[in-house]
Nanobody, 119 residues
Framework: QVQLVESGGGLVQAGDSLRLSCAPS????????MGWFRQAPGKEREFVSA????????YYADSVKGRFTISSDNAKNTVYLQMNSLKPEDTAVYYC????????????WGQGTQVTVSS
């Protein structure tokens, strides 16, 4: 099993920045793909960004390209989501997720961290 703990959410104003962190534990995840998803009230969970830990290849939803940056720190075993130029529509619960190489979808999920952007 892999446990994922997110941190870094909060209440900010439009245009501000936040950095989310996700620290996996319980199993080596060096070959995994780590993703960030979000779910706004009344909406379905949506993909935000992902990074393949071993290659560093990154993926972004169109809605966050140019504003959000995903990165990983192997020494700290942590994945980050740097969110700049935040907009009210970025308000959501953000979830960290991990996918094993052979899986077609994400196997493990964190509890989520709330991000609220006021206008």
């Amino acid at each position: 099993q892999v446990q994922l703990v997110e941190s870094g959410g909060g209440l900010v104003q439009a245009g501000d920045s936040l950095r989310l962190s996700c620290a996996p534990s319980g199993r080596t995840v060096s070959s995994y793909t780590m993703g960030w998803f979000r779910q706004a009230p009344g909406k379905e969970r949506e993909f935000v960004s992902a990074i393949t830990w071993s290659t560093g290849i990154t993926y972004y939803a169109d809605s966050v390209k140019g504003r959000f940056t995903i990165s990983s720190d192997n020494a700290k075993n942590t994945v980050y989501l740097q969110m700049n130029s935040l907009k009210p529509e970025d308000t959501a619960v953000y979830y960290c997720a991990a996918r094993i190489p052979s899986a077609t979808w994400y196997n493990y999920w964190g509890q989520g961290t709330q991000v609220t952007v006021s206008s």
